[in-house]
């Protein structure tokens, strides 16, 4: 007769939660950075600021995607089930659609009128991160306490640790993802002037 694991005296690694929460907080970071871009762009006009929003939420996706995957990975053994729709999980992925739908939704929109596509797409933007401190603040205390998870002594400095090293990580990212966005950019209006020439 096969014993269960942690009825046996086991317990979970606390390891998932010391990478679940720095990437949360990085995609908190990234969609913030989304956000303060989108209120710059509505007031400079500035379409530098307009692919620093996109950029942001590309990479804050990413992260996002990651976050919600660890956390399931961790789930299965901590409650038994890899997802349990409590509050924070579930608006964790409802956070996680709302940005997927704002690169849909920006994706969709006409390129030829710039300015309009990064009206809308900051708009957009400012309206999205609401769901941000909604994933956090608000439904934080109805998240499941953990049960099963035993903490080792270097707890306190491997989690800070982490927030660090994946927080410069995301700003990396987002950097690089600027960068490859502004030459998609250049090279879309190098090739309408192009074309309007022919």
């Known amino acids: 007769m096969t014993t269960n694991w942690l009825e046996a005296g086991g317990s979970v690694s606390p390891l998932p939660i010391f990478y679940m929460v720095p990437f949360a907080f990085s995609a908190y970071l990234s969609f913030g950075i989304a956000l303060i871009c989108g209120v710059l762009f509505l007031w400079k006009k500035d379409l530098k600021y307009d692919l620093i929003l996109v950029s942001s939420a590309q990479v804050g996706v990413v992260i996002g995607a990651i976050t919600i995957i660890v956390g399931m990975i961790w789930a299965k053994p901590e409650w038994g089930e ?16 709302i940005y997927v739908g704002l690169l849909i939704f920006r994706d969709m929109l006409e390129e030829e009128n710039l300015k309009k596509k990064a009206t809308i797409s900051a708009i957009f933007g400012i309206i999205a991160f609401v769901s941000v401190p909604l994933t956090y603040v608000i439904v934080g205390a109805l998240h499941p306490a953990p049960r099963e998870t035993s903490y080792g002594i270097g707890a306190g400095v491997f989690l800070p640790l982490n927030f660090v090293f994946i927080g410069i990580i995301s700003l990396i990212l987002i950097y690089q993802t600027y960068r490859i966005n502004n030459i998609n950019f250049t090279l879309k209006r190098i090739r309408k002037v192009k074309m309007e020439e022919v």
């Open 82 to 97: 890899f997802w349990d729709w409590n509050p924070r999980e579930t608006i964790t992925l409802i956070m996680w659609l």
